[in-house]
């Protein structure tokens, strides 16, 4: 059982700041067991960003979809893990944006301005996400003991180029968002789709990390979790020209689906 003070110490020698904007992807039990559990990570993580904003995917996609149109943002759980899920159930002062599949919780001095307005897209990740704020305050990218693949601002970046597999625009599905007020919101939204030719598109959003200047890319251990820490400007920047360039860059095109 690892301690508090040590989880501490190990998200500073990374690169984790007070003061800061962080984006954090993770998986619980890469860490080896920590000191009271998700509550204690997370008193330690938010003392160590003090005034600073921390954020997390509080995706719904395996339940809100084509067949199940509506998203409550107190009711529908996120699918991506176990700490987006204490973190949107059982940390005092989280909001979550309005989005029938990729919302996010924060929480701190940012929290309000990231998840305004992103009732507003009609994408995943539109310019209106938390994912695509980010880098406007300075923000970091946080794979805590998961792959780089699964950074979703990756979509954000993708959406900013619209390679040909990306997005089914002959798709509009009705969703209807429930806010915390009660208030109900017919949202409209274009699937992604991640097919092209016949082939499946996966993801290989790892790729990134190699385009990236020394500066805006940290690697490291916390606890028993292997890390990696990444400027969200520079993600969006390097990713963007990357696409630019090959919009194939990010994908490998296989059969049937991984």
Not at 74 to 84: E, I
Request: glycine share 10%; aromatic share 8%; hydrophobic share 40%.
């Amino acid at each position: 059982m690892h301690t508090l003070r040590q989880l501490q110490a190990d998200l500073r020698a990374l690169g984790v700041r007070p003061g800061g904007a962080l984006l954090m992807h993770s998986s619980y039990r890469s860490l080896g067991g920590v000191e009271d559990g998700a509550a204690g990570f997370f008193r330690a993580l938010i003392d160590l960003l003090g005034d600073g904003t921390l954020v997390l995917p509080a995706l719904s996609y395996r339940d809100v979809r084509p067949d199940q149109l509506r998203f409550d943002a107190l009711q529908t759980p996120s699918c991506v893990g176990y700490l987006p899920e204490f973190f949107r159930t059982q940390v005092p002062g989280v909001r979550r944006s309005l989005h029938p599949t990729h919302s996010c919780c924060a929480l701190g001095r940012g929290a309000a301005a990231l998840i305004a307005g992103h009732e507003l897209d009609e994408t995943p990740v539109g310019a209106h996400s938390p994912f695509a704020r980010l880098p406007e305050l300075g923000g970091w990218i946080l794979m805590l003991g998961c792959s780089a693949d699964r950074n979703t601002s990756m979509h954000g970046v993708e959406e900013t180029v619209e390679p040909p597999y990306l997005l089914d625009r002959s798709a509009r599905i009705p969703y209807v968002l429930r806010a915390p007020d009660g208030r109900e919101i017919p949202r409209p939204s274009i699937p992604h789709n991640f097919r092209w030719q016949g082939k499946f598109c996966a993801q290989r959003y790892a790729r990134v990390l190699e385009m990236l200047p020394p500066q805006a890319l940290r690697r490291g251990r916390v606890l028993d979790a292997d890390c990696v820490l990444m400027r969200a400007d520079a993600v969006w920047a390097a990713g963007r020209r990357a696409l630019e360039r090959d919009p194939f860059c990010f994908v490998d095109l296989v059969d049937g689906e991984e």
